[in-house]
């Protein structure tokens, strides 16, 4: 792929999360499965932005995987890989506080990353 055809989305993120991923100890971010992620696919770029800053940073999409709810996404893709700071119980509370239960009902992505360099 070259350089003309790589999609970079761009997308907010705490700080907590976002200093997760810069130190490269987060690799799993997710995200409801809302309609402008559908395509989100393996080789796209995500450029991060701390909320209400210019602060960015950029990953490279490894991998999308659906789930059905967020229970089942840290439970395929281990807590650790998501929030190494937070245990399972935590993680689920922090996310359903994001995304309300209508919003998970749309389904859940695991977005498997790796930072650019």
């Known amino acids: 792929m070259n350089d003309n055809s790589t999609r970079v989305r761009e997308l907010n993120l705490y700080r907590r999360y976002f200093d997760l991923v810069t130190a490269g100890t987060k690799t799993i971010e997710v995200r409801v499965k809302y309609p402008h992620l559908a395509d989100l696919a393996a080789g796209d770029t995500i450029r991060f932005r701390v909320k209400g800053t210019d602060e960015t940073c950029e990953v490279r999409v490894k991998r999308v995987t659906e789930y059905t709810d967020f229970e089942a996404l840290l439970d395929g893709e281990g807590p650790s890989n998501v929030n190494p ?24 992505l695991a977005i498997h990353m790796e930072l650019c360099s």
Do not use: S
């Open 85 to 108: 700071t937070a245990t399972l119980d935590e993680q689920l509370a922090n996310i359903r506080a994001i995304y309300p239960p209508e919003k998970e009902a749309l389904g859940a």
